[in-house]
């Protein structure tokens, strides 16, 4: 009895480790833009020397669509990075237990087709837009 009230409480020490873990993950990350986006502004003196240099620097809605595709995806696959975890803590919590392995075996497959559903995606995507902008600048 004393052992079983034991590993409950282990297993809810191990979850509410991992959840903070998650929580601080996705913290970093979002930080991480944040500093990376003000790195960016620093005038490094390349978009003059680009300027003189013939390139058009100007910023314009792609590039504004770009970056909103990248933080997208960046959200995306943190999303998906936490659920593989969650289904692997989810496997190694399942004591033995069929229906919980299943669970999480689920959990984690799905959670690889989903990321890969929205990889095909955004490589279809990418790949057309390509196309249509190559073709009406010609």
Do not use: H, P
């Amino acid at each position: 009895m004393y052992l079983n009230s034991q590993c409950r409480r282990y297993k809810k020490n191990i979850l509410t480790s991992a959840r903070t873990y998650v929580f601080v993950l996705f913290a970093l990350f979002f930080s991480f833009q944040i500093f990376v986006g003000d790195a960016f502004a620093i005038d490094t003196g390349l978009s003059t020397t680009a300027g003189k240099a013939g390139y058009n620097i100007t910023i314009n809605a792609q590039m504004y669509i770009g970056y909103g595709i990248q933080a997208i995806l960046g959200i995306v696959g943190a999303l998906f990075f936490a659920l593989i975890v969650y289904g692997g803590l989810l496997w190694m919590l399942s004591e033995g237990e069929q229906t919980k392995i299943t669970k999480a075996q689920k959990m984690i497959t799905y959670a690889v087709a989903g990321l890969g559903i929205v990889l095909g995606a955004y490589t279809i995507t990418s790949f057309i837009t390509t196309q249509i902008v190559t073709k009406v600048l010609q």
